[in-house]
């Protein structure tokens, strides 16, 4: 019995949180197929950081959409966490991505006219968790991306790196195993991108593993492993020797 136990133990510490296996994408444009994603073998440590490139077309975001849930693969196996997500409905993984997967994109996908208060709460309000408990994770984390000067602002009045900062405010707010970002410097100039990147190193340090797909060489090397894509399939995995380390302190 306790041999089990250990055995079961150790498949527990080992386990990958992210491993897919012979993963396949097919889109119907009207009635003819094409493949997106091709044969794709992944996997993902707990607290790695992990960066996606490959040229435009090349399946990145596709991917990333079936990491999160936003898009079932045609064939293959997926399994996060440890559980294979076939097995679970719509409305499962959905609660699954709110609690343990947090978005970041690269156009911000913020509510415009709401506050970065609002924004940050929304998938704390889905979650179910109370107003005044509310209150205090907002405000926790809204104080980690360094904008609680701009807490009752409406996002539309941030600047382009503040918006992205509330997003990942948003993403993190439900204390999420794994961020997965669409380009989220994409939109920015260097030195806001700089910050965003600082910020999702330091989450990466305090335990979260991050999934990041960039077109910049200089932002994927913050990672310590970079997957190539090319035409749907991974055509090479790169380790990064020295992965950049973050400049600026806005994590406190
Ligand atoms: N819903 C869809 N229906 C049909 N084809 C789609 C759909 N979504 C994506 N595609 C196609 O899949 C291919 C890969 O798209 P994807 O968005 O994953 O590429 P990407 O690598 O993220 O590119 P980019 O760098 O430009 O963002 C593209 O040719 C795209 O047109
Ligand atoms: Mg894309």
Do not use: C, W
Not at 65 to 94: C, M, N, T, V, W
Not at 137 to 152: A, P, S, W
Not at 195 to 217: C, F, P, R, W, Y
């Amino acid at each position: 019995m306790l041999v089990v136990n250990l055995e079961i133990i150790l498949l527990l510490i080992i386990m990958p949180l992210i491993e897919v296996e012979r993963l396949n994408k097919d889109y119907f444009t009207d009635g003819v197929p094409a493949n997106i994603l091709r044969d794709v073998n992944l996997k993902v440590e707990e607290n790695e950081f992990v960066a996606i490139m490959g040229p435009s077309g090349s399946g990145k975001s596709t991917l990333l959409h079936i990491l999160g849930f936003l898009e079932r693969p045609s064939s293959g196996i997926y399994r996060f966490d440890g559980k294979q997500i076939d097995e679970y409905s719509d409305d499962e993984l959905a609660q699954i991505r709110n609690r343990k997967i947090g978005f970041v994109f690269q156009a911000f996908n913020l509510l415009a006219r709401q506050s970065v208060f609002e924004n940050v709460a929304i998938p704390l309000i889905y979650a179910g968790v109370n107003s005044s408990e509310r209150k205090k994770i907002i405000e926790e984390t809204v104080k980690m991306v360094g904008l609680e000067h701009r807490l009752h602002y409406e996002t539309s009045k941030l600047s382009g790196g503040e918006k992205q900062r509330v997003a990942m405010a948003r993403a993190l707010v439900n204390n999420p195993r794994m961020i997965l970002a669409d380009e989220p410097t994409g939109n920015l100039d260097s030195q806001s991108g700089g910050v965003v990147m600082d910020t999702l190193k330091q989450l990466n340090k305090k335990g979260h593993a991050i999934v990041l797909i960039t077109h910049e060489s200089y932002t994927a090397s913050y990672a310590s492993r970079i997957i190539h894509l090319l035409d749907g399939k991974v055509e090479r995995e790169e380790l990064v020797a020295q992965p950049v380390e973050e400049e600026k302190t806005f994590i406190k």
